[in-house]
Every structure is written in structure tokens, then in C-alpha cells.
């Protein structure tokens, strides 16, 4: 489904006193499927309009739509199955304790209405349970198909985040929301969780917030480039302007204020 953001105002109050209007008339049209990948120096507001859109953080003015309907009125339950999101720590979103297996299990519970069978039925994960998950694992080249049995705990990051990412797309969201979801992973597990993310996303078509600080990522993935400042809008790039980027060119306008398209 299509985001729109339209005149989103938050704002916090600051330790050494007084009030900064972080976004004031912050407006963001996202169309279906888009893959949109946000950067911006320390502060610019990136994780904020994410949790503004997770509904975790309430807007003080605005709306925020997915399709036609409001996203500050969603239903918890509808929440859950249509937002779904990874975060920066391989630690969050996923329980340590239980298996690979019993955490997909986890996750695909929020497909069902909190009024149906299955939503009652536990965690457990029966024989065609496990067999799904792992043809599910095996077509997403992931080498952990013969180990949806271990605990998650007992993973390392990256393969840890890629579980991470399954689970958030397991109930096929409308919108998927990833927080500097490799930041704290090594090279080559960023670019297995990357490769994850692009074929996810594809092969779902699903409407995508990615921030991240790596402008190699910037580059490579997404379909379109958002920078943002102040909780401004500076740079806005898709097609031909994004592919014209370079790492030298965007390094040039980080956290410059007086960015423009005609910059670049
Ligand atoms: N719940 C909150 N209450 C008060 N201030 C907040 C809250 N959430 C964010 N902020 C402030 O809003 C500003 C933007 O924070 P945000 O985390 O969105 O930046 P960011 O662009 O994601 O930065 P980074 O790249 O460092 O993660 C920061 O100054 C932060 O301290």
C-alpha cells in the first residue's frame, strides 16, 4: 500500500530547557512497493519519522495514511500484521530462548485475527510447521534450514538479523520498516542481510523504509533517496538523479542544510 504523510508536526522539549519543532509540515508521498532508503546526519530525525509512522511515537499534528486508511488509528492488531520492522540491535525483536522455528511460529500468529483458532494455538510449530520453514529458508538461500530447531540465541548477528527480517515480512506487511537494521553487523553479514532485504522486499512488493548511515547501501539499494536535515526534506532522488549519485557527491551534502536537487 501508498504512504502519505501530510503536514506531520512532533516536536520535544530539550534538557537545557526550551522546545525544538523537530518536523513542522513534514509531508511524504510513498507509493506502493517503493523501496525508499533514508539518510541523514546524527539527528536529522530518521528513527523518529519511523517510529511517528510505527505509531510508537504519537504526532502532535498531521496525518499519516497507508492507503486510505489512517495509520494513527490502526488497531494494535492490525498494527502488528501490517507494519512489520527490524531494528539495529540483532538482540531486539526476536526471543533467545526459543528455536528459529518457534520464533517464525511467533511471527506468523500475527496473520490471524486475535479472534481465530490459530492465534490460540501457541507457539509450538507442528511437523508442517517446520517443514514449511524450512522450504521458506531454503528458497531464501539461507543456509539454516537444517537448523530451525536451534535456539536463536545460539546464532550470530547476521544470521540473527536475517531471522529478524524473515519474521517481519512472514505476515506479508503492507509496509516494512528497517532501522539501520546492519549497523552493527560485519561486512560480509551486511551483505548477506542485504541481499535478504532486496529479495524480501521484491519478491513481497512491499512499501519499504530503510535508514541507514552507509551511503554504499544508499547507493546501491532502494528505488528512491531521501536525506534528511533538521527534519527537513533536503534531497529527494530516484531514476537517473539517484543513479548520477556517488558516495564524493552525497558525502559533499551530508548534513548540509542548504542542500538542494540542483546541487547534485
Ligand atoms: N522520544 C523522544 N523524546 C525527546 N527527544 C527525542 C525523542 N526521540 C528523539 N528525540 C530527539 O529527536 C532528535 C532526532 O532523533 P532521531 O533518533 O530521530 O535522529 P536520527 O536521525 O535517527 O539520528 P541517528 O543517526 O543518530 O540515529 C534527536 O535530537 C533526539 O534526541
Known amino acids: 500500500m501508498s504512504l502519505h504523510i501530510e503536514g506531520l508536526a512532533w516536536g520535544h522539549s530539550q534538557p537545557g530547557g526550551g522546545w525544538r519543532q523537530l518536523f513542522k509540515d513534514f509531508n511524504l508521498e510513498c507509493p506502493t512497493a517503493q523501496f525508499l532508503v533514508v539518510i541523514g546526519s546524527n539527528g536529522s530525525g530518521k528513527s523518529t519519522l519511523l517510529n511517528l509512522v510505527a ?3 504519537p504526532a502532535q499534528a498531521g496525518s499519516l495514511k497507508l492507503g486510505e486508511r489512517s495509520l494513527q488509528k490502526l488497531s494494535d ?3 502488528a500484521r501490517w507494519i512489520g520492522r527490524v531494528m539495529q540491535n540483532p538482540l531486539d525483536g526476536t526471543a533467545p530462548g526459543l528455536s528459529i522455528a518457534e520464533n517464525l511460529r511467533l511471527a506468523e500468529s500475527r496473520r490471524h485475527s486475535p479472534f481465530r483458532l490459530q492465534s490460540l494455538l501457541g507457539i509450538h510449530p507442528n511437523q508442517a510447521d517446520l517443514r514449511r520453514y524450512q522450504e521458506l529458508l531454503e528458497s531464501l538461500g539461507l543456509p539454516l534450514a537444517d537448523r530451525v530447531n536451534t535456539p536463536i540465541g545460539q546464532l550470530s548477528g547476521g544470521q540473527r538479523q536475517t531471522i529478524s527480517l524473515v519474521m517481519a515480512t512472514l ?9 539501520e537494521h546492519t549497523a552493527a553487523l560485519d561486512p560480509k553479514a551486511e551483505a548477506l542481510v542485504m541481499q535478504l532485504t532486496e ?9 519499504t523504509l530503510m535508514v541507514t548511515h552507509s551511503l554504499e547501501q544508499a547507493l546501491n539499494h532502494g528505488d528512491r533517496l ?4 533538521e527534519g527537513q526534506v533536503v ?3 530516484s531514476g537517473a538523479d539517484k543513479a548520477a549519485l556517488s558516495v564524493a557527491s552525497l558525502r559533499e551534502l551530508y548534513g548540509s542544510a542548504k542542500v538542494q536537487l540542483s546541487d547534485v
Open 55 to 57: 505509531g510508537t511515537l
Open 77 to 79: 492488531y492490525r498494527r
Open 171 to 179: 505476515a506479508e506487511p503492507q509496509l516494512l520498516l528497517l532501522d
Open 199 to 207: 529479495r524480501l522486499v521484491r519478491r513481497l512488493g512491499t512499501t
Open 226 to 229: 531521501l536525506m534528511l536535515h
Open 235 to 237: 534531497g529527494d532522488w
